[in-house]
Each structure stands twice: as C-alpha cells, then as structure tokens.
C-alpha cells in the first residue's frame, strides 16, 4: 500500500517503527501536491522549505530524545559514570574458536 494511502494511525507506527523518516515522508507528500496541483488546484502556497525544515528538525529532535534516554539508562545502570567514563573493558571472546583463516 502506497505511503498516502495510509491513514494518520499508521503512519505514526511506521514513522515510530523507523519504516520510513519524517523527511521521506514529507517528500513523498510533496511530490504528490506537485503531481496533482495542477489537475486540482487544492493549494494557494505550498510551503516546501519550510516543511522540510520541521521534517528534519523532527529527526534531530527524535535522535536527541533516543540519545539522551540511552545516556541516561547508561549512567543510572553504572555503566557510564558523570566523567563520560565507562567501567566496562572489553576482552576477547576465549569460548569460541577462531574462524579458519
């Protein structure tokens, strides 16, 4: 089913389930003003610059949010402390045999 097809509802899900950016969405929705506008004259002003500014200023903010919660489970778990440093050392996996070279 095509993306505009879609209701609000599920649209909302694919953009939560990362199916598809803010930004694709946005430019998928305005390709589509311009393939039908001329047929049916349903815009005064189409404001595209500003329309994909708020899509990408989405996605910072969306990064951001995921950014922030996983710090903030890092350092409530002690895994990062508030210097930026990490207690967790990485060793090499002794259990498991090396690959064939």
């Known amino acids: 089913m095509s ?13 939560k389930a990362r199916k598809f950016s803010s930004v694709e969405l946005t430019e998928l929705y305005l390709a589509r003003i311009d393939a039908q506008q001329a047929k049916l004259n349903a815009f005064i002003t189409v404001a595209r610059d500003s329309a994909l500014a708020s899509a990408r200023a989405q996605q910072v ?4 949010v995921w950014q922030t919660a996983l710090a903030q489970l890092a350092h409530d778990t002690g895994v990062l402390d508030t210097s930026g440093e990490t207690n967790i050392r990485v060793t ?3 259990t498991r ?5």
């Open 97 to 101: 045999e090396a690959p064939p070279q």
């Open 92 to 94: 090499p996996d002794t």
């Open 3 to 15: 993306l505009y097809k879609q209701s609000l509802a599920e649209l909302a899900q694919g953009l």
């Open 61 to 64: 903010q969306a990064r951001w």
